[in-house]
């Protein structure tokens, strides 16, 4: 009986198989889809749905204040009060939270990207003025390299300082004073930036020089709204710091 059965099952298969023909591709269509704003109309209804709630969460959070802002910070060359304003609060924080002193501080023009209006200052204005993931360094540096970024401020326009001044003609350099004291060449000092320029980028290659470097571990994002939440009110001023003709 399991012969028979067996056989049968043999021949079968053979019958299947012969009976099959091989197959080809006969023809192939293809279609370009755009991805762009075409497709906006094509939603999942029940994922938006699912994620109102929390959408409607988090911009009630980011759109809570913060502080007060009695005039407009703009950003422009070669000083404005937005730049005025986040190198002194990252200087602030900075002497805050540094085991060691904190001579000036640096920010990149490149990196404010938006203004504020006056009144109130929400967590969206941070996130919206700086959108990285930056975090706070204190760099120890010979004033010959500090000497050396203030001529490349000089020549190209100028950028974000505290605790520092400068007097450029020309192109040319004429007074860079910390502390009220002309920097010297083979002094050291200790500057506040980001991790980001302290690798050089966006120009600034003296920064790259330092001798040794204090890391905060903290975003700058956040220690600006700290500060924020420290002063209540945001305001700066143009003061002469960056003085470039």
Request: glycine content about 6%; aromatic content about 6%; hydrophobic content about 45%.
């Amino acid at each position: 009986m399991k012969t028979t059965i067996y056989i049968t099952i043999c021949i079968l298969s053979l019958m299947m198989s012969a009976c099959h023909r091989p197959m080809h591709v006969a023809k192939a269509v293809g279609e370009i889809l755009m991805i762009d704003s075409t497709l906006d109309a094509i939603q999942d209804t029940d994922y938006l749905e699912s994620m109102a709630p929390i959408k409607a969460d988090l911009e009630e959070q980011l759109g809570a204040p913060i502080g007060y802002a009695p005039v407009a910070l703009t950003v422009h060359q070669p000083e404005c009060t937005m730049l005025n304003w986040a190198s002194d609060a990252l200087w602030a924080k900075a002497c805050e939270l540094s085991p060691e002193q904190v001579d000036m501080a640096v920010v990149n023009i490149g990196g404010m990207r938006c203004n504020w209006a006056a009144g109130n200052i929400t967590f969206k204005h941070v996130f919206e003025l700086m959108p990285f993931e930056n975090e706070l360094v204190v760099l120890t540096m010979q004033g010959k390299d500090i000497l050396d970024l203030c001529d490349i401020f000089a020549q190209t326009g100028g950028q974000g300082v505290a605790g520092l001044r400068m007097v450029a003609e020309n192109g040319a350099v004429k007074s860079v004073k910390i502390a009220g004291k002309e920097v010297m060449p083979d002094a050291y000092y200790t500057v506040a930036t980001s991790d980001y320029l302290s690798q050089g980028t966006d120009g600034m290659i003296p920064l790259k020089n330092h001798v040794s470097v204090w890391k905060s571990d903290k975003k700058i994002r956040d220690l600006y709204i700290e500060y924020i939440k420290q002063v209540k009110t945001v305001e700066s001023v143009i003061d002469g710091r960056m003085a470039i003709n």
